[in-house]
T-cell receptor, first 112, second 114 residues
Framework: DAKTTQPNSMESNEEEPVHLPCNHS???????IHWYRQLPSQGPEYVIH???SNVNNRMASLAIAEDRKSSTLILHRATLRDAAVYYC?????????????FGKGTKLSVIP | GAGVSQSPSNKVTEKGKDVELRCDPI?????LYWYRQRLGQGLEFLIY????????KSGLPSDRFSAERTGESVSTLTIQRTQQEDSAVYLC????????????FGSGTRLTVV
């Protein structure tokens, strides 16, 4: 899997939107962009994924740059339960691509 | 079941003992993965099962580690002669096919070797 770069930590006020950035300048044309989050003492939780177009689901939105070299996970209204480590991962579609590479991620703190 | 179930949730063992960790994947998920997460670190891939195909064991750190899965059901990860460096959270995940559309993780087994 290609490398991604994320800030180590971010803070947000409760009920405000949060934009979590991810750079993936070496992304290949067949790589999907996946986001997971990990709450304290839990396993990672799938959040959203996309290939080229922006995506929305009940948890978040994913905005993908036109050149696909970066993406942003958007939480529309942060709650205290959103405090977690957020991982941006590139997921290929070829052989061996199931070995997800989880880096350090971004630790999101939500301030009441 | 509704999610991926792992047991035990916590395990404390003495150095040198063998341990067995269990994972119950989501029904219908053909793929199953084991990862290890040391304190404050990212996830390390250990092993991947897909249906009845030969597993990808390339992430297993030593021959003390082994895993089995019968068909598309339960998997067990066995660590023989545990060492203190084996202390970590062991996470299991399952997915449809090869997980292009996302993986579901269990809550993990926290292993402490004393």
């Amino acid at each position: 899997d290609a490398k991604t770069t994320q800030p180590n930590s971010m803070e947000s006020n409760e009920e405000e939107p949060v934009h979590l950035p991810c750079n993936h300048s070496t992304i290949s044309g067949t790589d999907y962009i996946h986001w997971y989050r990990q709450l304290p003492s839990q396993g990672p939780e799938y959040v959203i994924h996309g290939l080229t177009s922006n995506v929305n689901n009940r948890m978040a939105s994913l905005a993908i740059a036109e050149d696909r070299k970066s993406s942003t996970l958007i939480l529309h209204r942060a709650t205290l339960r959103d405090a977690a480590v957020y991982y941006c991962i590139l997921r290929g579609s070829g052989a061996g691509s199931y070995q997800l590479t989880f880096g350090k991620g971004t630790k999101l703190s939500v301030i009441p | 079941g509704a999610g991926v179930s792992q047991s035990p949730s916590n395990k404390v063992t003495e150095k040198g003992k063998d341990v067995e960790l269990r994972c119950d994947p989501i029904s219908g998920h053909t793929a199953l993965y084991w990862y290890r997460q040391r304190l404050g670190q990212g996830l390390e891939f250990l092993i991947y099962f897909q249906g009845n195909s030969a597993p990808d064991k390339s992430g297993l750190p030593s021959d003390r580690f082994s895993a089995e899965r019968t068909g598309e059901s339960v998997s067990t990860l066995t660590i023989q002669r545990t060492q203190q460096e084996d202390s970590a959270v062991y996470l299991c995940a399952s997915s449809l096919a090869r997980g292009v559309y996302g993986y579901t993780f269990g809550s993990g087994t926290r292993l402490t070797v004393v």
